[in-house]
């Protein structure tokens, strides 16, 4: 986790807030599987009824992209992030589901004049 990055400090502020128990993963930590080809992910969510997750969160400003255009909800994930959550799941093991969160900063958006 990268608490410089908005969108992930917004995410662990809404699990501090609900009171869910969860692991931020450590950036240093990470440097240690620099020479693997594997994607990681950002935070582990424990929940006492449901399976775990293995959280990796996309963040983007959701705005037009041109003038005139209404925003459009989208995503941006890559070949990779799938097969980086997937083998961090299987390494988890049964109890732990890889999913990807996406979250937008909505601002306003200027109408054209």
């Known amino acids: 986790m ?3 990055v908005h969108y992930e400090a917004a995410f662990e502020d809404f699990l501090q807030k609900r009171g869910i128990p969860y692991v931020a993963v450590d950036e240093a930590r990470r440097a240690a599987f620099r020479d693997a080809k594997l994607k990681s992910f ?4 424990y929940s ?6 293995l959280a990796d969160i996309k963040g983007r ?10 925003p459009a909800w989208e995503n ?7 097969d980086g959550l997937t083998q961090w799941q299987e390494v988890f093991g049964e109890g ?18």
């Open 2 to 4: 990268k608490a410089h």
């Open 42 to 45: 950002d935070f582990i969510v």
């Open 96 to 113: 732990f589901r890889a999913l990807l969160i996406f979250a937008y900063w909505i601002g306003l958006v200027a109408e054209p004049p």
């Open 61 to 70: 400003r959701w705005a037009a992209r041109r003038a005139g255009t209404k």
């Open 48 to 53: 006492a009824t449901q399976s775990n997750w």
């Open 76 to 82: 941006w994930i890559t070949r990779a992030d799938i």
